[in-house]
């Protein structure tokens, strides 16, 4: 039965420390079945493949299976969605796995909005965001009414909003575009990062991790329990963070 929700929040892979804390107080609700993966996929696995070298932080071209490898770390045929009861909310949450051939995003993005049934769209994505001096941006839509009780003084409310020249990349940059073009209401908390966006190999600012988690919290009452889970799952050592906005 296709049950209605709150909040569909989506999720690439990448930011899975932001939304798996919120997994583990869920209940398996559907899951979304991909077919022909490996024939979607044939025409990559035939060309040389580009990568990004963290170490090094430049584009290499590779052999196949080198970059088969990297761009296939996460690749799977079935995503799993989950239901979370909090407070008085329904939250359907799902975790996006890297693809490397990105039209499946479209494809994923198209299925979702198409089948599921949502009162608004939550989305988180990366960008590389004014040179490290702002950690989250937003992109909402006009439509999106915010429903936080703490009103106009909640953290969300004093992220700015996202300009050009930053883009939106991967499932995130599709799922929103789905919503501009639907007129849909939603809305997108957007992580610094630096790196490889085209190849869904980007690095997240750590401390943009931890403030989304401090927004979220805000926003939904999670509890300060959710906020130790990110940083557990973000920081390898101990370390302090500050909301910078």
Known sequence: KNEECDYLFIAPIKLESIASPLISNS????EIKISNLNNLNDKNDTEQQEYYDDEEQL???SDTEKSTNILNKYEQDIINIYKLKLNKLIIHIIIIPIFKNKIIYNLISRKLIATLLFKKILIIGTSELNNGFETLNLIISENFKIDNENGDIGLIN?????KPPHLVTGISGSILS???????????IIIDAEGAF???????NNDSLIDCAMVLNDYFKIGDDYIKQVEK????????SGLYI
């Open 158 to 162: 004093q992220l700015p909003q996202m």
């Open 198 to 204: 085209n190849l869904d190999a980007e690095k997240c």
């Open 59 to 61: 584009y290499k071209i």
């Open 233 to 240: 799952a973000t920081f390898k050592t101990k370390g302090s």
């Open 27 to 30: 209940e398996l609700f559907a």
């Open 178 to 188: 789905m919503c501009a073009m639907f007129h849909l209401s939603s809305l997108g």
